[in-house]
C-alpha cells in the first residue's frame, strides 16, 4: 500500500484519480479548496476509511507544507489549477497564481514532507500551434499561444529544476481534452448547457474545422497507473490522447444526436474558438504505449457517454452562465 496525496482531489479527474488509488487499496488524501471540485463526485471516496478529504488551497505554502509533512505521502500527485484555458485574458494573474506558484508550492511542499516523486497534470496546449502531429515530446517549444498554457509549461519547468536539483522524481502528463463521467468544463459542457436553454440554435466558436484529439477519463486513469506502476526515474514527460482526432463539428452532431435535436449553426469564423486556442491538438503518444497502454474506448463514445452523464446529472449547470 502507498500514500497518495492528490491535489484537486474533488475535481472531474481527481476524483476519478482518488477512486482509482482506492480500488487498488492505497491510503488517499485529497487536497483540495472545492472551488470547481464538488464532494457529490467524492461520495463513494468518502465511505473509505483509507481516504481523507482536506479542504484547503495550494497557494497557501504553509497550510499545504503541514498537510503533507502530517500525512508523509509517497506521491503527490498534482491536478488542482485553474484548468480553464480561456478565461486566462480575462483574470491575466490568476493562471501564474494557480498553476505556476501553485505549482512551485506543490513541489516544495512534497520536498518538504520528504516524498520524492511528483505526478503533474499538464496540457497539450504548451505546444501551443506547433508544426509537427502528431506531435512529440520532443517538440521544439513554440511560442505559448495562452496564459494557461504559460503556467503550466512553468510549472513543469518547475518540477524538472526540483528534479535535478534535489533528486526527485518528477513526471509530468501533457494530456488533450478529457471527457467521460463527472466531466464539468469544456466544449461538450459548454454546447449541451446552451442547447438546453435553447435547442434550435447553437452559436459555435470559430469556424467548426478545429481539429483535436480527446481521451476517456477511464483511458487516462489507466494511463496514469502505467507509468506509476513503472515508478519512472528522474525527470519524464509522457504525452496522453487518442489517436484519434474529432472536429468540433463532429463532436456536436454526436451532442446533439444524443440530446435528440436538430439545431441550427451559426458559426463566428475563424480558424480558432477564441485568441490562444490551438486549432489543432493531436499527441504522439508512443513513449507511453511502450509501457502497454493504448485507448480503449473511441472518441464517439466519450462524447456521447459525457452528454449521457451531464443529462443525468445536470445539478452540474446550476448557477453556471450560458
Ligand atoms: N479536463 C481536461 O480536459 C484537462 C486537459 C489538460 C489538463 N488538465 C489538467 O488536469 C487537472 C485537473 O483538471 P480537471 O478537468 O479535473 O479540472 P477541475 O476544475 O475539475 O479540477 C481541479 C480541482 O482543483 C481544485 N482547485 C482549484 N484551485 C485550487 C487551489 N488553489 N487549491 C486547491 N484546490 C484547487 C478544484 O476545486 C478542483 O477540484 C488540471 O491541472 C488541468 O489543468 C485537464
Not at 62 to 88: C, M, T, Y
Request: net charge neutral.
Amino acid at each position: 500500500m502507498a500514500k497518495f496525496l492528490v491535489t484537486g482531489g474533488a475535481g472531474f479527474i481527481g476524483s476519478h484519480f482518488c477512486d482509482a488509488a482506492l480500488s487498488r487499496g492505497h491510503q488517499v488524501l485529497a487536497y483540495d479548496n472545492l472551488e470547481t471540485g464538488n464532494k457529490i463526485f467524492l461520495t463513494d471516496a468518502l465511505k473509505n476509511s483509507k481516504f481523507q478529504l482536506l479542504e484547503g488551497d495550494i497557494r497557501e505554502l504553509e497550510q499545504l507544507s503541514k498537510a503533507a509533512q502530517e500525512f508523509r505521502p509517497d506521491w503527490v500527485i498534482h491536478f488542482a489549477a485553474n484548468a480553464d484555458v480561456r478565461q486566462g485574458l480575462d483574470r491575466p494573474r490568476r493562471d501564474l497564481d494557480y498553476n505556476t506558484t501553485g505549482t512551485w508550492n506543490v513541489a516544495e511542499a512534497a520536498r518538504r514532507s520528504g516524498c520524492s516523486r511528483i505526478l503533474f497534470s499538464s496540457t497539450g496546449s504548451v505546444y501551443g500551434e506547433p508544426k509537427i502531429f502528431p506531435t512529440p515530446e520532443t517538440c521544439p517549444f513554440p511560442e505559448q499561444t495562452s496564459l494557461y498554457g504559460a503556467s503550466k509549461c512553468a510549472g513543469e519547468a518547475i518540477l524538472s529544476a526540483y528534479s535535478h536539483g534535489y533528486g526527485m522524481n518528477n513526471t509530468v502528463f501533457r494530456f488533450v481534452s478529457i471527457l467521460g463521467p463527472r466531466y464539468s468544463h469544456g466544449h461538450v459542457f459548454d454546447f449541451t448547457h446552451r442547447l438546453r436553454q435553447d435547442p434550435t440554435q447553437l452559436k459555435i466558436l470559430g469556424n467548426g474545422k478545429q481539429l483535436k484529439s480527446y481521451l476517456h477519463v477511464f483511458d487516462l486513469m489507466n494511463g496514469l497507473w502505467k507509468v506509476i506502476d513503472a515508478e519512472p526515474k528522474g525527470f519524464q514527460v509522457f504525452n496522453i490522447g487518442h489517436d484519434d482526432a474529432l472536429t468540433v463539428d463532429r463532436s456536436v452532431s454526436y451532442i446533439v444526436d444524443e440530446l435528440k435535436i436538430s439545431p441550427k449553426y451559426n458559426y463566428t469564423g475563424g480558424e480558432r474558438g477564441w485568441i490562444g486556442d490551438s486549432p489543432r491538438i493531436q499527441l504522439d503518444c508512443t513513449k507511453l504505449k511502450t509501457l502497454g497502454w493504448k485507448a480503449e474506448r473511441s472518441l464517439e463514445q466519450g462524447v456521447r457517454d459525457t452528454v449521457k452523464y451531464l443529462k443525468e446529472n445536470s445539478f452540474l449547470f446550476e448557477g453556471v452562465p450560458v
